[in-house]
């Protein structure tokens, strides 16, 4: 029986892909991301798929998530056959470091068994402070990580209150510290700004430590209240207020500000990397995204793509291991990008970036709100007679309407 969601087409049950999708198989970069479902506590912002133990009881457990992994991988292998090994790996979640650097060693191991890893490969694992230490990130290198990124979001006690984060304050950049002693020369930071009661000085100091810490990577996103949340909740309620659009965008540059005077380029609208590292300093697997590359989600909930064909798994833990324990496609449906929707999603991912697009991609009606575009300042005037559409930093504030114009 294929598996299906509503919005999506059946899915084989061996999770076979259409030959004209695997024909170009091995011309685009390909990575691997693992998502790993579990959170000791849930932060009130967030909502991705990711799992208590009290939401879970006794449906799933670490031990079954990873046999199921190694099971997809398994499958991924069947279904991809001989192609090019993997780029770039990347784990995220919830909360990897829950899982220990044993566990996760283990499953890059599974990658490199199934699938094979380029010599030179990416490999990077996202971590919660608060379950870090010198020996996890000796264990991590030892094993062949080659990168960290690290949830830090502010400095400020307050701000990680608000957020519901566990970790104290200065645990996110001394946890950097020690993943650069274990030898990680790639590092990264996660911050969020624009959360109820920062304030600029709050966001300078989280920036300074960041700088201090010595890390070559930072990402930084606006506070986004998402519908189902315990932020949303208290946003209703009138406890917290929302966001206000022009604070995101007074903040944005001034993070954009700062991280520039400390060495720091922006190559993506939120993701900025020291520019004397070079262009290893630049998470290549969140490129690989951006550049239209392929790349297969394991775990529950994971979204993968290869040749213009999009699919996405089932979201509990337990169903699943159950679909792969049984043979089966843990895939809940999946959709063939049409040539229109390729190029749409080409405009919406290759404009974030600092090398922006290409201009002979876009159609004659496009071309022309470009260049009205660069008029307003939203793209760079200089970069489009050269033939790119690049963003300037208004534009990269008004990144989503510069979009739709160009896509309409």
């Known amino acids: ?17 259409p030959p004209e999708a695997l024909s170009t198989f091995g011309q685009r970069p390909f990575g691997v991301y693992v998502h790993v479902p579990f959170c000791a ?21 670490p031990d079954s998530w990873a046999e199921a992994a190694r099971r997809e991988l398994e499958l991924a292998a069947t279904v991809l056959g001989d192609g090019r090994p ?8 919830g909360t990897p470091s829950l899982l220990g650097a044993d566990r996760l060693v283990e499953v890059l191991g599974w990658i490199r068994d199934t699938l094979g890893l380029a010599p030179d490969a990416e490999v990077t694992t996202e971590a919660n402070p608060e379950s870090t230490s010198p020996r996890f990130f000796d264990a991590l290198r030892a ?6 990124s690290l949830g830090m979001q502010s400095a400020a006690r307050h701000v990680l209150a608000v957020l519901d984060r566990q970790h104290s304050p200065g645990r996110a950049t001394a946890s950097a510290r020690e993943a650069r002693a274990a030898g990680f020369e790639h590092v990264n930071l996660d911050l969020i700004y624009g959360t109820p009661g ?8 989280s920036l300074d430590a960041v700088v201090e810490a010595g890390v070559d990577h930072v990402s930084a996103y606006a506070l986004i209240v998402e519908d189902g949340t315990a932020l949303a909740r208290r946003v209703r309620r009138g406890d917290l207020p929302a966001p206000d659009d022009d604070v995101l965008a007074a903040r944005y540059e001034l993070l954009d500000d700062t991280l520039t005077r400390a060495g720091f380029g922006w190559y993506e609208v ?5 520019t004397a590292a070079g262009a290893g300093a630049r998470c290549r697997h969140n490129l690989g995204y951006w550049s239209g590359g392929d790349w297969w989600g394991v775990g529950p909930g994971a979204h993968s793509h290869v040749g213009g064909v999009r699919w996405w798994n089932v979201k509990h833990p337990a169903r699943y291991a159950g679909l792969l324990a049984e043979g089966r496609t843990p895939a809940a449906g999946r959709e063939v990008l049409a040539e229109a929707d390729q190029l749409v999603e080409r405009v919406l991912l290759e404009l974030r970036v600092v090398d922006g697009l290409p201009v002979e991609v876009l ?9 009205a575009a660069a008029v307003e300042g939203l793209l760079d005037p200089e970069a489009l007679r050269s033939g790119r559409a690049v963003l300037t930093r208004r534009g990269r504030l008004l990144a989503d ?7 309409a």
């Not at 920062?198 to 100091?205: H, K, P, V």
């Not at 159609?363 to 260049?371: F, L, N, P, Y």
């Open 198 to 205: 920062e304030t600029d000085r709050d966001l300078l100091a």
């Open 86 to 93: 993997v780029d770039t790996v990347f784990v995220g979640g």
């Open 41 to 61: 506590t849930r932060c009130g912002y967030c909502d991705f798929n990711t799992y208590t133990p009290g939401e879970l009881g006794g449906a799933a457990s």
């Open 143 to 148: 094993g062949g990580y080659t990168r960290v």
């Open 270 to 274: 939120s993701n900025w990397a020291l």
């Open 1 to 17: 029986m294929p598996s299906t969601l509503p919005d999506g087409e059946p899915v084989p049950s061996d999770g076979s892909l």
């Open 363 to 371: 159609a004659g009606s496009a071309r022309a709100e470009a260049e």
């Open 401 to 407: 309407g510069v979009v739709r114009r160009l896509v």
